[in-house]
């Protein structure tokens, strides 16, 4: 094997081990992480960035400064430098999903959304002095896991010598080599449902109408995702696995989407949510609107909830 392919390979597992280091430091610590990998760069290299949990950060809100060790400040979303907002997620297998503490997991439910890893991707300027630098990091969200104020405040040394943009080749046996497209990791444009979180209203069932635009989105773009939930008990009750079940059925006939949950032992508001996707490139919002709703409690009696609804493009 010559070094040509061998330095390929090298750069293609690179991601791989990212985000297996990220995806570890997840689960062991029970939340969500700030800190980088790798945390000596040299200038001009590409380093990955945990900034807790958040569904709602995006790469074009995301504030990134990197001050030298000289002091001055150096703004990387300015500078063309930020390159990808993303969520990881863990193997729904691993231990730390379903055995740690019970504020260790539902810690991100409390924030409105599933546990995940928010990764910032981005390059170091080329000709930032070598020497101890600092990031701080501000995203304007009101969901985040993390427990930690902002500005996040992450510290990486810039070792000398002349780094490189990382492109993530991979090998394509029809296409070739090809780079790492960090937007199909990125979130598509959806519209969120959710039930509310602090009000401990147990749900049993629910069924809902949602219209939206057929003149802007074709109907059968639309897919329906909706999180799992392996939180159990509660701070005083280690509880029992089984009340974060549920079974969400929908279909939609061209012009409405029909959802429909069952959940036969009840299930916490909070962990029950729903995304409808659509794809990229619309010439405008599809207008996802809730025509109706009816939820019920475990006993099938009818509950006052109105569900929320919240579109982000």
Not at 46 to 56: A, D, P
Request: charged share 15%; glycine share 8%; net charge negative.
């Amino acid at each position: 094997m010559n070094v040509s392919m061998i330095e390929k390979i090298i750069k293609y597992n690179r991601l791989q081990m990212v985000l297996f280091c990220i995806l570890g430091l997840l689960l062991t610590q029970g939340c969500t992480s700030v800190a980088t990998f790798p945390t000596v760069a040299r200038a001009g290299d590409t380093v990955s960035v945990m900034v807790g949990g958040t569904e709602k950060a995006r790469k074009e809100t995301i504030a990134v400064t990197l001050t030298d060790i000289n002091g001055l400040d150096w703004d990387l979303q300015a500078l063309g430098l930020v390159r990808s907002v993303f969520n990881l997620r863990p193997d729904g297998r691993a231990e730390g999903s379903h055995y740690s503490a019970y504020l260790d997991t539902y810690i991100s439910w409390s924030e409105g959304h599933e546990p995940v890893q928010t990764v910032l991707v981005i390059n170091l300027p080329v000709d930032v002095p070598a020497g101890n630098a600092s990031l701080s990091i501000n995203h304007s969200v009101d969901d985040d896991s993390s427990g930690i104020a902002l500005p996040y405040i992450v510290n990486i040394e810039v070792i000398p010598g002349t780094g490189n943009n990382d492109d993530f080749f991979r090998q394509d046996a029809f296409a070739g080599e090809l780079t790492v497209d960090f937007s199909k990791l990125e979130p598509a444009p959806h519209a969120k449902i959710s039930f509310g979180i602090t009000d401990g209203i147990i749900i049993g069932a629910a069924s809902l109408i949602v219209d939206f635009d057929e003149t802007i989105v074709v109907a059968g773009d639309i897919n329906v995702y909706t999180p799992e939930s392996t939180v159990r008990g509660s701070v005083v009750d280690a509880g029992s696995f089984g009340k974060t079940q549920r079974m969400i059925y929908w279909h939609q006939d061209g012009q409405q989407l029909f959802i429909d949950v069952v959940a036969p032992q009840g299930i916490n508001q909070a962990y029950l949510m729903m995304y409808l996707l659509h794809p990229k490139g619309l010439s405008a919002s599809p207008n996802f609107n809730i025509l109706s709703s009816k939820i019920y409690d475990v006993n099938g009696t009818e509950i006052v909830l109105t569900p929320t609804l919240e579109y982000f493009p």
